[in-house]
């Protein structure tokens, strides 16, 4: 049984930092592509992030290129995601998903399989 469990979330400053780790069980994580995910408040949820089961392809949405990083250790089932100059617009629950090979980091939110719970982020200006 697949299970994403996110963590690292909380309320920061405009400019902040923050770092979140997803870990997974019940997976063989080398299989898996890997991808953050987030929900605004009254909005649809909107992929942030994606990399693939070896992490040498990676995916990410304009509004967060540049500052943000996704990266997995498979020896850890741990996937990251580094959010550097967190924006109010970056407020959000943020999920991690997993989708079995064949798999792209860039599939849309349809096509992953497995999700997290979230875990919340708030940025102030």
């Known amino acids: 049984q697949v299970q994403l469990v996110e963590s690292g979330g909380g309320s920061v400053q405009s400019g902040g930092s923050l770092r979140l780790s997803c870990e997974a069980s019940?997976?063989?994580?080398?299989?898996?592509?890997l991808a953050w995910f987030r929900q605004p408040p009254e909005k649809e949820r909107e992929k942030v992030a994606g990399i693939s089961p070896g992490g040498t392809s990676t995916y990410y949405a304009e509004p967060v290129k540049g500052r943000f990083t996704i990266s997995r250790n498979n020896a850890k089932t741990t996937l990251y995601l580094q959010m550097n100059s967190l924006k109010p617009e970056d407020t959000a629950l943020y999920y991690c998903?997993?989708?079995?090979?064949?798999?792209?980091?860039?599939?849309?939110?349809?096509?992953?399989?497995?999700w997290g719970q979230g875990t919340q982020v708030t940025v102030s200006s």
């Open positions: 998903a997993a989708d079995q090979i064949p798999c792209s980091p860039a599939a849309d939110r349809d096509d992953w399989h497995y």
């Open positions: 019940g997976v063989t994580l080398p299989r898996y592509c």
